[in-house]
């Protein structure tokens, strides 16, 4: 059984249809990336997932008695307010100081325990919302572009983290990230989104064809040159959720 799932989703904000026409499932164990250009609904169609925003449209099924841990985008924090990282974890419920510390442990930020939310580094501070975000023993593991404003090196090696958790929590995880290059690598199936879901498939692909380059844009380098990925159609023309796509994947190329 899917742990969560979609068909025929439609999200609104106001007057626009933010997502459109997706189906998709989550299935035990697997990383999943949704990626896209600003604006295209990864994050809306994230959140309508776990419940956070009504759907206009369409169904979202949920396993039962799902456990999901979710680290945000970002979290504005008052300098000003006194908050302990571990303070910060017994919210909103009180966990052990056992439970606490393991979470740190598996996070690698174990020794920042009674440190100021407000005093950490960009990184330090997502470590710190993962290990709260693991604190149920999640079963989906949900993450919109937590690496934002980290550094490639430093989401290198947080998307790594992720994928060791994967492997020891028996948990699925599901992304949003507009680092296509650094997820790859530590994941399963990318969903490519534009309004409506573009294309999908493993991460074996590339840039190589006009349209999916034009969707992402040039400035990305050659890491993603990796990966070989042809499509036979236009992501940025096409906003018909019923046409029906298709799609080549190769296996990674050495360049």
């Known amino acids: 059984m899917s742990l969560i799932s979609a068909e025929n989703l439609e999200v609104r904000h106001g007057a626009t249809r933010a997502v459109f026409g997706v189906s998709m499932a989550i299935e035990p164990k697997e990383i ?54 571990r303070r910060f974890l017994n919210l909103p419920k009180r966990v052990s100081s056992a439970v606490a510390r393991a979470a740190l442990a598996r996070t690698g930020v174990e020794a920042l325990e009674g440190r100021q939310l407000s005093g950490l580094s960009g990184g330090q501070l997502q470590r710190v919302l993962l290990a709260r975000a693991i604190l149920n023993d999640p079963q989906l593991l949900v993450l919109d572009e937590a690496t934002q404003g980290l550094d490639q090196p430093a989401s290198a090696d947080f998307y790594r983290l992720i994928e060791t958790l994967r492997d020891e929590l028996g948990c699925a995880v599901l992304m949003v990230s507009h680092e296509l290059h650094v997820v790859m690598s530590a994941t399963d199936r990318v969903i490519c989104m534009n309004g409506h879901i573009c294309c999908e498939g493993t991460p074996a692909v590339v840039t190589a064809a006009p349209a999916y380059r034009d969707l992402f844009g040039t400035g990305t380098g050659g890491a993603l040159a990796l990966y070989r990925h042809r499509h036979d159609h236009d992501h940025g023309a096409c906003n018909d959720p019923d046409h029906r796509h298709t799609h080549d994947h190769e296996e990674p190329a050495t360049v």
């Open 32 to 85: 999943v990336t949704i990626v896209g250009p600003n604006g295209s609904g990864k994050s809306t169609l994230l959140r309508a997932l776990i419940g956070a925003v009504h759907p206009a449209a369409g169904t979202i099924t949920r396993a039962p008695k799902l456990r999901v841990g979710y680290v945000p985008q970002k979290l504005q924090i008052d300098p000003t307010l006194p908050l302990t990282v």
